[in-house]
């Protein structure tokens, strides 16, 4: 069973930084994806950025290339979304995702964390 717990989320101006971590438990990760979705209100959730444990390669939205950057900490079990030159309809519930695959996390499937608030002000 595999637990995520998203944290980093709060209130930030447009333009701003915020880090987002999603610290999993439960298992051995050498061999999973994990991701980050979102869902803004009376929006579906939509993929973000997922990263592959074992060799580093990842994926990312349009909407967020150049700006967010995804990355893990093997030692820690964690995985980071740093977030630059925010703006208003990044504003969202964040989730974070993993699976035994990037297909899977990137098709919404796999274990999910509780999620974070993240507000941009404009």
């Known amino acids: 069973q595999v637990q995520l717990v998203e944290s980093g989320g709060g209130l930030v101006q447009a333009g701003g930084s915020l880090r987002l971590s999603c610290a999993a438990s439960g298992r051995t990760f050498s061999n999973y994806a994990l991701g980050w979705f979102r869902q803004a209100p009376g929006k579906e959730r939509e993929f973000v950025a997922a990263?592959?444990?074992?060799?580093?390669?990842?994926y990312y939205a349009d909407s967020v290339k150049g700006r967010f950057t995804i990355s893990r900490d093997n030692a820690k079990n964690t995985v980071y979304l740093q977030m630059n030159s925010l703006k208003s309809e990044d504003t969202a519930v964040y989730y974070c995702?993993?699976?035994?695959?990037?297909?899977?996390?990137?098709?919404?499937?796999?274990?999910w964390g509780q999620g974070t608030q993240v507000t941009v002000s404009s």
């Open positions: 995702n993993a699976a035994r695959s990037i297909a899977i996390v990137k098709a919404g499937s796999g274990s």
């Open positions: 990263i592959s444990w074992r060799t580093g390669d990842t």
